[in-house]
């Protein structure tokens, strides 16, 4: 399902089977989750957009052949392929261990093709062996959501009351994460949406409500995952002293002005940034142990743009998933 102009629908394309150059892999895509990213590219909200392109970067498939190189890598095994798909390996922030940060990467379903289609190919150092535990479509969720999640969570720091604004799949898998920790996550979905409170209550929050409302305890984290700009001083406002205010989407409306105390007594505001293989490797070991489950809608590859549409318009819990 190929974009083939920013702001029209993906494209049912036959391509030719394409070949892994050396160091790469070619994947047969058995699952390919949608993510809200892919509505920023398809809607040209990020800089430099390449089209064509096929979107996706929630990848779950098997090997079917290896480019000269690989090692570490075998035909038949199942991987995850993520929206880090290259990096340059000599910039300050890859030698740093920053690599989220690298000057010159290139982004699964962005900037390189990604899984919106029946094969892939991928730089075999940026996917993550998955092993047999878990289903194909399950398992798709948690290469961007639950790791953009999990990046998050690293960067919110050890407080023990986090809200999680926005609740769709990034924060239903965190929400389980949180949970697992033996820490507290408050829910804020957009005022009125008891849909969205009624599934964040079943995966273990200890409170949901509306974006305009005050958690019932101040937070010491308040992640962000919705796009709106007008979260960020309504989270500030719910954070205690010395708080954090985490922004993990790739692109959000303008933040609209807001008063200095909001931000005063040491209330920081951050962002995150795609992510590293260590947080990947971290992530997908402790995804099992967490007993992480994760709420799928499928749909057929040729539907993708139904799924897009679904996810934009908010019509499923969880995360939406294409299966070729
Ligand atoms: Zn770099
Ligand atoms: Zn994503």
């Not at 040209?44 to 096929?54: A, N, Q």
Request: proline content about 7%.
């Amino acid at each position: 399902m190929v974009l083939k102009k920013i702001g029209t629908a993906l494209e049912w394309t036959e391509l030719t089977d394409p070949q892994p150059e050396p160091g790469k892999i070619r994947v047969k895509v058995a699952a390919c989750g949608v993510c809200r990213t892919d509505l920023h590219v398809v809607d040209g909200e990020l800089p430099d957009p390449k089209v064509p392109i096929i979107p996706g970067h929630e990848i779950v498939g098997r090997i079917d052949l290896l480019g000269v190189g690989v090692k570490g890598l075998k035909i038949g095994e199942r991987v995850g392929i993520p929206w880090l798909g290259h990096t340059c390996g000599v910039c300050p922030y890859c030698i740093g261990g920053q690599e989220n940060l690298c000057d010159h990467p290139l982004f699964t379903g962005y900037t390189r093709n990604g899984g919106f289609a029946t094969m892939a190919i991928a730089d075999a150092r940026f996917a993550f062996p998955l092993g047999e535990a878990g289903r194909d479509a399950a398992l798709a969720p948690l290469l961007c959501a639950g790791l953009i999640g999990w990046r998050s969570l690293g960067i919110a720091g050890n407080g023990k009351n986090i809200g999680l604004y926005g609740f769709g799949a990034a924060a239903h898998i965190l929400a389980q994460v949180i949970k697992w920790q033996g820490r507290s996550a408050f829910a804020f979905t957009r005022p009125g949406d008891v849909t969205a409170q009624t599934f964040a209550r079943s995966l273990g929050v200890i409170w949901a409500g509306g974006s305009d409302e005050l958690p019932p305890e101040p937070l010491d984290t308040a992640i962000i995952f919705a796009t709106a700009g007008d979260l960020v001083p309504l989270a500030l406002k719910a954070v205690r002293k010395g708080g954090r205010v985490v922004c993990a989407g790739i692109h959000m409306s303008d933040i609209p002005g807001f008063p200095y105390r909001l931000l005063w007594e040491e209330r920081q505001l951050v962002s995150v940034a795609n992510l590293t293989r260590p947080d990947g490797i971290e992530f997908l070991r402790l995804a099992p142990e967490m007993g992480i489950v994760t709420n799928t809608t499928s749909y057929p590859l040729n539907q993708a743009n139904q799924a897009l549409a679904d996810l934009r318009a908010g019509r499923f819990e969880g995360a939406a998933v294409l299966v070729p």
